[in-house]
């Protein structure tokens, strides 16, 4: 197994200064309509690859019992700040292990693109089936081929008095991966750091994503196109999944 996304401590006040605030508010609005009209009030729920505990924390107002995963610690850190209600566990995508307890799962802002292969991410859904009650959800989004060639180019940058954030990203399309770039100045005590991370994601297709939930035990897989389906103008090439663990029946 591969090391947890450390990577990501360096990236996550990035993260929560400038993306995690508005992903909750962006994703909110889906989970509203495609999960939570299924959960009673006061369902567990667990957001799976957390980032900095926003939308947590938004559930978590709603009355829901909120558990968050996330491989950075210092994501995990912010995120004990941001929901200081939500209970967040250190814990890898790939290798978590939760008793069946939850009566639904979500993953979103496309997180489990960063699991680069198929068998990792097929661990990845055993570990959700595997903390489901009966009858769980399972809800997540994707970034698909489309998105990556639309969206996946070209740099952004923000500056301010005492950081400075530039944000390179490409596709490769023969590869399948998309890098993320990001180049990051601090000035810390007086003193101006630089810090560079590089983000992959790897791009499935439905195909690959659909086998892969039906093998691990999902049933009746839903996908939501962003852009036709749910009305994000500026999202092409991002899909929702949506599935249910099965209802084992009764022995009579």
């Known amino acids: 197994m591969t090391a ?8 996550a006040w990035i993260y929560n200064k400038y993306w995690g605030t508005d992903s909750a508010r962006r994703f909110l609005p889906v989970l509203e309509s495609l999960l939570l009209p299924h959960l009673l009030s006061r369902a ?8 900095t ?9 709603r009355g829901y019992q909120v558990t968050g995963i996330d491989g950075s610690e210092e994501m995990i850190r912010l995120a004990r700040i941001n929901a200081p209600d939500v209970e967040f566990i250190v814990e890898d995508a790939r290798t978590f292990s939760l008793p069946a307890v939850y009566h639904a799962v979500v993953s ?22 595997a903390c489901l009650q ?13 998105g990556y060639k639309a969206r996946w180019r070209g740099s952004f940058g923000m500056v301010e008095d005492d950081h400075v954030c530039v944000v390179r990203a490409s596709f490769d399309e023969e590869e399948g991966v998309g890098r993320m770039a990001i ?51 500026r999202e092409v090439g991002r899909v929702f999944f949506l599935g249910w663990k099965r209802m084992e029946s009764g022995g009579g």
């Open 108 to 129: 979103t802002y496309d997180s489990l693109n960063h699991i680069m292969s198929i068998e990792e991410l097929s661990r990845v859904f055993r570990n959700v089936y």
């Open 53 to 61: 505990g926003q939308l947590a924390q938004a559930l978590a107002q």
């Open 183 to 233: 180049t990051i100045f601090r000035l810390d005590d007086d003193v101006w750091r630089r810090y560079d991370v590089t983000l992959l994601q790897r791009c499935y297709s439905e195909l690959e994503i659909r086998s892969a939930l039906e093998a691990t035990g999902f049933t009746d897989v839903q996908t939501f196109d962003a852009q036709n389906d749910l009305g994000w103008s």
């Open 44 to 51: 567990r729920i667990l957001d799976l690859c957390c980032g």
């Open 4 to 11: 947890r996304y450390t990577d990501y401590d360096t990236f």
């Open 134 to 146: 009966q009858g769980g959800l399972f809800l997540f989004d994707l970034n698909m081929e489309q």
